[in-house]
């Protein structure tokens, strides 16, 4: 059962370019998304979201866009740097509110080149 | 900056064997929850907890599986009898209501022999 879905287990970008990360939904009734961000040996640490109202969320280095038509959301790293690194999950959470579970994708591995 | 914390990092047990895996929230959180990563796969819910009550639970979180607030500050996960599937990482997290994000911890790994 993948209601969400990264299909890229692995990206490897060069240090200064854009990383981009995509993930895919299937449930309709997803409103709220999130993209995390985990180191081996740590727990998955919360980066950026997006309610399915917007379309384009941003904060620093990071923007995340929605396409809800196509259930389509990425993750923008401008500039990527070293420190980023990590395997990225993207997450979402149904309505109505009080359903509180997040539904993690499996994760994509990215690797920045120096 | 607050975060979650969790004990231990590590525990390895006998199948069989009855585990407590501890979790103390960030403190002015009101939503608890436990998830779990099998090796390879996906980070999985396991169950939330609101007003010293289960508010959701999966299927993976059967009677062998409680949750506990025994005070201000500790959550508790509780395997009855583990069995040698349970092997996982364990995160807890907290939010501070439903419309906001989840903070997790770093983990437990829970090895069954």
């Not at chain 1, 790293?77 to 395997?87: E, K, R």
Request: charged letters at 20%; glycine letters at 6%.
């Amino acid at each position: 059962d993948q209601q969400v879905k990264q299909n890229s287990p692995s990206l490897s970008v060069q240090e200064g370019r854009i990383s981009i990360l995509n993930c895919d939904y299937t449930n309709s009734m997803f409103d709220y998304f999130l993209w995390y961000k985990k180191y081996p040996a740590e727990g998955p640490t919360f980066l950026i979201s997006i309610s399915s109202i917007k379309d384009k969320n941003e904060d620093g280095r990071f923007t995340v866009f929605l396409n809800k038509s196509a259930k389509h959301l990425s993750l923008h790293i401008v500039p990527s740097q070293p420190g980023d690194s990590a395997v990225y999950f993207c997450a979402a959470r149904e309505t109505p509110a009080g359903n509180e579970k997040l539904t993690f994708g499996t994760g994509t591995r990215l690797t920045i080149i120096p | 900056e607050p975060e979650v914390t969790q004990t231990p990092s590590h525990q390895v047990t006998q199948m069989g064997q009855e585990v407590i895996l501890r979790c103390v929230p960030i403190s002015n959180h009101l939503y608890f929850y436990w998830y779990r990563q099998i090796l390879g796969q996906k980070v999985e819910f396991l169950v939330s907890f609101y007003n010293n009550e289960i508010s959701e639970k999966s299927e993976i979180f059967d009677d062998q599986f409680s949750v506990e607030r025994p005070d201000g500050s500790n959550f508790t996960l509780k395997i009855r009898s583990t069995k040698l599937e349970d092997s996982a990482m364990y995160f807890c997290a907290s939010s501070e209501n439903t419309h906001y994000e989840q903070y997790f911890g770093p983990g437990t790994r829970l090895t069954v022999t």
